[in-house]
Protein backbone atom coordinates (compact mmCIF):
# COMPACT_ATOMS: atom_id res chain seq x y z
CA UNK A 1 0.00 0.00 0.00
CA UNK A 2 2.98 2.27 0.75
CA UNK A 3 4.03 1.96 -2.68
CA UNK A 4 0.10 3.39 -3.69
CA UNK A 5 0.85 6.27 -1.38
CA UNK A 6 4.07 6.93 -3.64
CA UNK A 7 3.14 6.76 -7.00
CA UNK A 8 -0.69 6.71 -7.07
CA UNK A 9 -2.68 3.63 -8.19
CA UNK A 10 -2.44 3.62 -11.62
CA UNK A 11 1.06 4.57 -11.71
CA UNK A 12 2.03 0.84 -9.86
CA UNK A 13 2.29 -2.38 -11.63
CA UNK A 14 1.80 -5.38 -10.15
CA UNK A 15 4.98 -6.20 -10.80
CA UNK A 16 6.51 -3.57 -8.69
CA UNK A 17 3.96 -4.60 -5.42
CA UNK A 18 5.21 -8.26 -5.43
CA UNK A 19 8.96 -6.85 -5.70
CA UNK A 20 8.24 -5.21 -2.63
CA UNK A 21 6.77 -7.61 -0.99
CA UNK A 22 9.24 -9.73 -1.92
CA UNK A 23 6.79 -11.82 -3.63
CA UNK A 24 7.21 -13.32 -7.81
CA UNK A 25 4.08 -11.76 -9.93
CA UNK A 26 2.32 -15.79 -9.95
CA UNK A 27 2.77 -15.87 -5.98
CA UNK A 28 0.63 -12.07 -5.87
CA UNK A 29 -2.33 -13.62 -8.21
CA UNK A 30 -2.25 -16.99 -5.98
CA UNK A 31 -3.27 -14.10 -2.89
CA UNK A 32 -5.48 -11.69 -5.13
CA UNK A 33 -7.55 -11.45 -8.28
CA UNK A 34 -5.80 -7.97 -9.32
CA UNK A 35 -4.02 -5.12 -7.89
CA UNK A 36 -7.20 -3.12 -6.53
CA UNK A 37 -7.43 -6.12 -4.60
CA UNK A 38 -4.60 -5.96 -1.82
CA UNK A 39 -7.03 -2.53 -0.66
CA UNK A 40 -9.90 -5.01 0.27
CA UNK A 41 -7.82 -7.64 1.51
CA UNK A 42 -9.51 -7.13 4.88
CA UNK A 43 -13.35 -7.22 3.45
CA UNK A 44 -13.53 -10.22 4.13
CA UNK A 45 -12.77 -10.28 7.81
CA UNK A 46 -14.67 -7.48 8.04
CA UNK A 47 -17.46 -9.17 6.35
CA UNK A 48 -16.86 -11.93 9.25
CA UNK A 49 -16.83 -10.04 12.44
CA UNK A 50 -19.98 -8.15 11.56
CA UNK A 51 -21.99 -11.24 10.38
CA UNK A 52 -20.46 -13.19 12.88
CA UNK A 53 -21.53 -10.53 15.84
CA UNK A 54 -24.87 -10.01 14.59
CA UNK A 55 -25.90 -13.90 14.27
CA UNK A 56 -24.42 -14.31 17.84
CA UNK A 57 -26.38 -11.27 19.55
CA UNK A 58 -28.39 -11.98 22.34
CA UNK A 59 -32.31 -13.10 20.45
CA UNK A 60 -33.60 -10.51 22.80
CA UNK A 61 -31.62 -7.66 20.73
CA UNK A 62 -33.84 -5.44 18.03
CA UNK A 63 -32.16 -6.06 14.74
CA UNK A 64 -30.61 -2.43 14.15
CA UNK A 65 -29.32 -2.98 18.00
CA UNK A 66 -27.64 -5.89 17.23
CA UNK A 67 -26.32 -4.21 13.97
CA UNK A 68 -25.41 -1.57 16.45
CA UNK A 69 -23.48 -3.77 18.69
CA UNK A 70 -21.78 -5.31 15.33
CA UNK A 71 -20.75 -1.53 14.11
CA UNK A 72 -19.38 -1.29 17.90
CA UNK A 73 -16.80 -4.43 17.66
CA UNK A 74 -15.88 -3.24 14.02
CA UNK A 75 -15.05 0.45 14.99
CA UNK A 76 -12.99 -0.23 17.86
CA UNK A 77 -10.98 -2.58 15.53
CA UNK A 78 -10.61 0.36 13.07
CA UNK A 79 -9.67 2.62 15.73
CA UNK A 80 -6.39 0.84 16.74
CA UNK A 81 -5.13 1.35 12.53
CA UNK A 82 -6.35 4.97 12.39
CA UNK A 83 -3.43 6.32 10.37
CA UNK A 84 -3.39 2.77 7.77
CA UNK A 85 -7.50 3.54 7.42
CA UNK A 86 -6.26 7.14 6.29
CA UNK A 87 -4.06 6.37 3.93
CA UNK A 88 -6.01 3.72 2.63
CA UNK A 89 -9.00 5.76 2.40
CA UNK A 90 -6.59 8.89 0.59
CA UNK A 91 -6.07 6.25 -2.35
CA UNK A 92 -9.24 4.52 -2.76
CA UNK A 93 -10.68 8.28 -3.24
CA UNK A 94 -8.53 9.34 -5.66
CA UNK A 95 -9.28 6.09 -8.03
CA UNK A 96 -12.34 5.68 -9.70
CA UNK A 97 -12.15 2.43 -9.99
CA UNK A 98 -11.38 1.52 -6.56
CA UNK A 99 -14.42 3.63 -4.95
CA UNK A 100 -16.22 1.08 -7.66
CA UNK A 101 -14.98 -1.97 -5.68
CA UNK A 102 -15.69 -0.08 -2.63
CA UNK A 103 -19.28 -0.09 -3.39
CA UNK A 104 -19.18 -3.80 -4.58
CA UNK A 105 -17.41 -4.41 -0.87
CA UNK A 106 -20.10 -2.71 0.44
CA UNK A 107 -23.19 -3.99 -0.70
CA UNK A 108 -21.85 -7.44 -0.46
CA UNK A 109 -21.55 -6.29 2.86
CA UNK A 110 -24.73 -5.41 3.40
CA UNK A 111 -26.53 -8.18 1.69
CA UNK A 112 -24.70 -10.87 3.90
CA UNK A 113 -26.26 -8.74 7.01
CA UNK A 114 -29.74 -9.32 5.94
CA UNK A 115 -29.06 -12.77 4.90
CA UNK A 116 -27.76 -13.05 9.07
CA UNK A 117 -30.88 -11.25 9.77
CA UNK A 118 -33.42 -12.87 8.09
CA UNK A 119 -31.94 -16.38 10.00
CA UNK A 120 -32.44 -14.62 12.86
CA UNK A 121 -36.09 -14.71 11.98
CA UNK A 122 -36.38 -10.93 11.18
CA UNK A 123 -38.80 -10.80 7.63
CA UNK A 124 -38.47 -8.19 4.61
CA UNK A 125 -38.23 -5.86 3.77
CA UNK A 126 -37.19 -5.23 7.86
CA UNK A 127 -34.17 -7.27 7.07
CA UNK A 128 -32.87 -5.25 4.06
CA UNK A 129 -33.62 -2.01 5.07
CA UNK A 130 -31.95 -3.05 8.56
CA UNK A 131 -29.15 -3.67 6.83
CA UNK A 132 -28.64 -1.12 4.48
CA UNK A 133 -29.50 1.67 7.43
CA UNK A 134 -26.36 -0.24 9.06
CA UNK A 135 -23.63 -0.22 6.08
CA UNK A 136 -24.79 3.91 5.58
CA UNK A 137 -24.23 4.46 9.16
CA UNK A 138 -20.89 2.55 8.70
CA UNK A 139 -19.76 4.40 6.06
CA UNK A 140 -20.72 7.91 7.06
CA UNK A 141 -19.24 7.16 10.18
CA UNK A 142 -16.52 6.11 8.98
CA UNK A 143 -16.07 9.12 6.41
CA UNK A 144 -16.27 11.53 9.84
CA UNK A 145 -13.54 9.31 11.13
CA UNK A 146 -10.92 9.48 8.28
CA UNK A 147 -11.46 13.19 7.88
CA UNK A 148 -8.81 14.96 9.66
CA UNK A 149 -10.80 17.91 11.37
CA UNK A 150 -12.60 14.87 13.88
CA UNK A 151 -11.15 13.65 16.90
CA UNK A 152 -14.15 11.39 18.01
CA UNK A 153 -13.24 7.50 18.09
CA UNK A 154 -15.27 5.67 15.41
CA UNK A 155 -17.37 3.24 17.76
CA UNK A 156 -18.75 7.22 19.17
CA UNK A 157 -18.80 8.26 15.75
CA UNK A 158 -20.89 5.07 14.46
CA UNK A 159 -22.95 5.69 17.83
CA UNK A 160 -23.74 9.44 16.90
CA UNK A 161 -24.52 8.61 13.05
CA UNK A 162 -27.11 6.15 14.05
CA UNK A 163 -28.63 8.90 16.18
CA UNK A 164 -28.06 11.12 13.44
CA UNK A 165 -30.37 8.65 11.11
CA UNK A 166 -32.81 7.86 13.66
CA UNK A 167 -33.52 11.80 13.56
CA UNK A 168 -33.24 12.71 10.15
CA UNK A 169 -35.90 9.27 8.97
CA UNK A 170 -38.20 10.00 12.08
CA UNK A 171 -38.26 13.86 11.88
CA UNK A 172 -41.66 15.33 10.35
CA UNK B 1 -32.77 -3.52 -24.54
CA UNK B 2 -35.03 -6.95 -26.06
CA UNK B 3 -31.39 -8.22 -27.70
CA UNK B 4 -29.97 -8.38 -23.89
CA UNK B 5 -33.13 -10.32 -22.89
CA UNK B 6 -32.86 -12.59 -25.85
CA UNK B 7 -29.45 -13.45 -25.89
CA UNK B 8 -27.71 -12.24 -21.89
CA UNK B 9 -26.04 -9.53 -21.75
CA UNK B 10 -22.45 -11.03 -22.32
CA UNK B 11 -23.16 -12.58 -25.25
CA UNK B 12 -24.56 -9.32 -27.02
CA UNK B 13 -21.75 -7.03 -29.52
CA UNK B 14 -21.87 -3.53 -29.58
CA UNK B 15 -22.32 -4.03 -33.38
CA UNK B 16 -25.49 -6.05 -33.00
CA UNK B 17 -27.28 -3.58 -30.59
CA UNK B 18 -26.01 -0.79 -33.85
CA UNK B 19 -27.39 -2.58 -36.30
CA UNK B 20 -30.85 -3.53 -34.32
CA UNK B 21 -31.12 0.25 -33.73
CA UNK B 22 -30.62 1.22 -37.12
CA UNK B 23 -27.33 3.19 -36.27
CA UNK B 24 -23.34 2.66 -37.12
CA UNK B 25 -20.93 1.56 -34.47
CA UNK B 26 -19.49 4.43 -34.80
CA UNK B 27 -22.63 6.51 -33.67
CA UNK B 28 -23.56 4.14 -30.57
CA UNK B 29 -20.44 5.45 -29.19
CA UNK B 30 -20.90 8.72 -29.50
CA UNK B 31 -24.22 8.32 -27.49
CA UNK B 32 -23.01 5.58 -25.16
CA UNK B 33 -19.46 5.37 -23.06
CA UNK B 34 -19.85 1.20 -23.46
CA UNK B 35 -22.42 -1.33 -24.35
CA UNK B 36 -23.44 -1.02 -20.60
CA UNK B 37 -24.37 2.24 -20.82
CA UNK B 38 -27.37 1.53 -22.91
CA UNK B 39 -29.09 0.30 -19.90
CA UNK B 40 -28.38 3.02 -17.67
CA UNK B 41 -29.93 5.78 -20.52
CA UNK B 42 -32.70 7.17 -17.96
CA UNK B 43 -30.10 7.40 -14.91
CA UNK B 44 -29.48 10.83 -15.70
CA UNK B 45 -32.88 12.07 -16.20
CA UNK B 46 -34.09 9.73 -12.81
CA UNK B 47 -31.57 12.07 -11.09
CA UNK B 48 -32.59 15.08 -12.32
CA UNK B 49 -35.78 14.30 -11.18
CA UNK B 50 -35.25 13.58 -7.84
CA UNK B 51 -32.92 16.46 -7.17
CA UNK B 52 -34.79 19.08 -8.85
CA UNK B 53 -38.04 18.19 -6.55
CA UNK B 54 -35.93 18.22 -3.19
CA UNK B 55 -34.75 21.50 -4.48
CA UNK B 56 -37.97 23.22 -5.14
CA UNK B 57 -39.79 21.62 -2.04
CA UNK B 58 -41.13 23.90 0.34
CA UNK B 59 -38.75 24.82 2.99
CA UNK B 60 -40.98 23.76 5.33
CA UNK B 61 -40.95 20.27 4.92
CA UNK B 62 -38.21 17.93 6.52
CA UNK B 63 -35.63 16.93 4.49
CA UNK B 64 -36.64 13.11 4.48
CA UNK B 65 -40.25 14.52 3.21
CA UNK B 66 -38.53 16.51 0.50
CA UNK B 67 -36.83 13.39 -0.51
CA UNK B 68 -39.97 11.28 -0.06
CA UNK B 69 -42.00 13.18 -2.18
CA UNK B 70 -39.53 13.30 -4.92
CA UNK B 71 -39.22 9.50 -4.50
CA UNK B 72 -43.27 9.95 -5.17
CA UNK B 73 -42.52 11.37 -8.26
CA UNK B 74 -40.16 8.90 -9.62
CA UNK B 75 -42.31 6.17 -8.59
CA UNK B 76 -45.13 7.58 -10.56
CA UNK B 77 -42.78 7.62 -13.75
CA UNK B 78 -41.50 4.19 -13.09
CA UNK B 79 -45.06 3.08 -12.31
CA UNK B 80 -45.88 3.51 -16.06
CA UNK B 81 -43.20 1.33 -17.28
CA UNK B 82 -43.40 -1.71 -15.32
CA UNK B 83 -42.85 -4.69 -18.12
CA UNK B 84 -39.93 -2.57 -19.29
CA UNK B 85 -38.60 -2.40 -15.56
CA UNK B 86 -38.79 -5.67 -15.14
CA UNK B 87 -37.12 -7.03 -17.88
CA UNK B 88 -34.23 -4.42 -16.99
CA UNK B 89 -33.82 -5.98 -13.90
CA UNK B 90 -33.95 -8.96 -14.70
CA UNK B 91 -30.59 -8.38 -17.38
CA UNK B 92 -28.77 -6.45 -14.80
CA UNK B 93 -29.36 -9.09 -11.98
CA UNK B 94 -27.53 -11.67 -14.29
CA UNK B 95 -24.16 -9.66 -14.24
CA UNK B 96 -22.08 -8.45 -12.18
CA UNK B 97 -20.26 -6.19 -14.15
CA UNK B 98 -23.73 -4.42 -14.78
CA UNK B 99 -24.71 -4.48 -11.12
CA UNK B 100 -21.60 -2.57 -10.10
CA UNK B 101 -22.56 -0.46 -12.66
CA UNK B 102 -26.04 0.12 -11.15
CA UNK B 103 -24.40 0.60 -7.81
CA UNK B 104 -22.51 3.12 -9.03
CA UNK B 105 -24.81 5.32 -10.28
CA UNK B 106 -27.29 4.51 -7.27
CA UNK B 107 -24.15 6.39 -5.32
CA UNK B 108 -23.75 9.30 -7.34
CA UNK B 109 -27.62 9.77 -7.20
CA UNK B 110 -26.70 9.69 -3.17
CA UNK B 111 -23.92 12.10 -4.06
CA UNK B 112 -26.20 14.33 -5.80
CA UNK B 113 -29.33 14.41 -3.35
CA UNK B 114 -26.66 15.24 0.05
CA UNK B 115 -25.20 17.82 -2.47
CA UNK B 116 -29.29 18.98 -2.52
CA UNK B 117 -30.06 19.02 0.64
CA UNK B 118 -26.71 20.69 1.83
CA UNK B 119 -27.92 23.45 -0.44
CA UNK B 120 -30.88 23.49 1.29
CA UNK B 121 -29.28 24.80 4.55
CA UNK B 122 -29.02 20.75 5.77
CA UNK B 123 -25.85 19.92 7.87
CA UNK B 124 -23.34 17.15 7.70
CA UNK B 125 -24.00 14.01 8.87
CA UNK B 126 -27.68 15.00 8.34
CA UNK B 127 -27.40 15.78 4.83
CA UNK B 128 -25.13 12.41 3.51
CA UNK B 129 -27.98 10.35 5.70
CA UNK B 130 -30.86 11.65 4.55
CA UNK B 131 -29.72 10.78 1.28
CA UNK B 132 -28.56 7.27 1.75
CA UNK B 133 -31.48 6.68 3.37
CA UNK B 134 -33.60 7.72 0.72
CA UNK B 135 -31.81 5.73 -1.37
CA UNK B 136 -31.94 2.45 0.64
CA UNK B 137 -35.85 2.64 0.68
CA UNK B 138 -35.67 3.18 -3.23
CA UNK B 139 -33.59 0.30 -4.01
CA UNK B 140 -35.69 -1.75 -1.66
CA UNK B 141 -39.12 -0.77 -3.04
CA UNK B 142 -37.66 -1.07 -6.42
CA UNK B 143 -36.67 -5.01 -5.70
CA UNK B 144 -39.97 -5.48 -3.49
CA UNK B 145 -42.01 -3.91 -7.37
CA UNK B 146 -40.07 -5.80 -9.57
CA UNK B 147 -40.20 -9.06 -8.18
CA UNK B 148 -43.55 -10.35 -9.62
CA UNK B 149 -45.15 -11.64 -6.15
CA UNK B 150 -46.01 -8.06 -5.16
CA UNK B 151 -48.89 -6.25 -6.84
CA UNK B 152 -48.60 -2.45 -4.76
CA UNK B 153 -47.57 0.29 -6.80
CA UNK B 154 -44.31 1.94 -6.53
CA UNK B 155 -44.91 4.72 -5.10
CA UNK B 156 -46.88 2.73 -2.53
CA UNK B 157 -44.00 0.89 -2.07
CA UNK B 158 -41.34 3.73 -1.78
CA UNK B 159 -43.63 5.22 1.06
CA UNK B 160 -43.81 1.71 2.85
CA UNK B 161 -40.74 0.79 2.56
CA UNK B 162 -39.59 4.40 4.16
CA UNK B 163 -42.18 3.42 7.22
CA UNK B 164 -40.37 0.21 7.01
CA UNK B 165 -37.16 2.28 7.75
CA UNK B 166 -38.76 4.73 10.20
CA UNK B 167 -39.59 1.81 12.47
CA UNK B 168 -36.37 -0.65 12.02
CA UNK B 169 -34.17 2.14 13.16
CA UNK B 170 -36.30 3.69 15.30
CA UNK B 171 -36.85 -0.02 17.56
CA UNK B 172 -35.07 -0.95 20.41
Do not use: C
Not at 72 to 88: K, M, P, T, V
Not at 143 to 155: F, I, M, S
Request: negative net charge; charged residues 30%; proline residues 2%.
Amino acid sequence: MALYGERGFDNTTVAEIAERAGLTERTFFRHFADKREVLFDGAAELQELLVGRVADAPGSLAPIEAVAEALDAAGAQFQEHREFSRQRQAIIGASAELRERELIKLASLSAALADTLRRRGVSEPDASLTAEAGIAVFRIAFERWVDDANELALPDLMRDSLDHLRSVTGGV
